[in-house]
């Protein structure tokens, strides 16, 4: 059974950074990219990026939003995947989801963590 | 900015039909941009319904299909049941780039 667990949610300050992490299982890891979502608050889905598959060059895509402040990268020995959050802002307060795929598809989804940023 | 546009709401009757469509700012919606959708509840995770524009996940119930229509992509319900009542998410991707989620369609079953 495939399963993602995102953890490393919580309250940070504006300004300030966070790792989270989605650790994998029920599948070969690094046969497939990696990527996250974001939901801000009463808010839509907002894509924030993926990274593809060490064969396909373990290369990342952002959206504009997030792009120079956020870093996803990934460990296939440990089944992990992480979105590293720079210079947080109140705007990135969201619940962040990560899921298995990119455009093929984004099957699989794991139940999100929230992140907070506040002073 | 690119733009993805869906209806904000849309009603149904149970045993009904409706179409939700998702359009894109920067012209037709073709199968190049993978047109994948999606269904949330209140307090859940979004599940994966549709995929590159017509595709099935093993678990989408077959009263869901995804297509093409008039330069939008679209995702048909054919004999709503109460439980397919929630927010739908289209999500296309541009060039391998980017990806952009439209705002969603609240779909309620009246």
């Known amino acids: ?119 | 900015q690119t733009v993805v546009t869906q209806e904000p709401s849309l009603t149904v009757s149970p045993g009904g039909t409706v179409t939700l469509t998702c359009a894109s700012s920067t012209g037709a919606v073709t199968s190049g941009y993978y047109p994948n959708w999606f269904q949330q509840k209140p307090g859940q995770a979004p599940r994966a319904l549709i995929y590159s524009t017509s595709n099935k996940h093993s678990w989408t119930p077959a009263r869901f299909s995804g297509s093409l229509l008039g330069g939008k992509a679209a995702l048909t319900l054919s004999g709503v049941q109460p439980e397919d009542e929630a927010e739908y998410y289209c999500l296309l991707y541009f060039g391998a780039a980017y990806a952009v989620f439209g705002g969603g369609t609240k779909l309620t079953v009246l």
């Open chain 1, 1 to 119: 059974e495939v399963q993602l667990v995102e953890s490393g949610g919580g309250l940070v300050q504006p300004g300030r950074s966070l790792r989270l992490s989605c650790t994998a299982s029920g599948f070969t890891f690094g046969d497939f990219p990696m990527s996250w979502v974001r939901q801000a608050p009463g808010k839509g889905l907002e894509w924030v990026g993926f990274i593809r598959s060490k064969p396909y060059g373990g290369t990342t895509e952002y959206a504009a939003s997030v792009k120079g402040r956020f870093t996803i990268s990934r460990d296939d020995s440990k089944g992990i995947a992480y979105l590293q959050m720079n210079s947080l802002k109140t705007e990135d307060t969201a619940v962040y989801f990560c899921t298995r795929g990119d455009s093929s598809s984004l099957g699989y989804w794991g139940q999100g963590t929230l992140v907070t940023v506040s002073s």
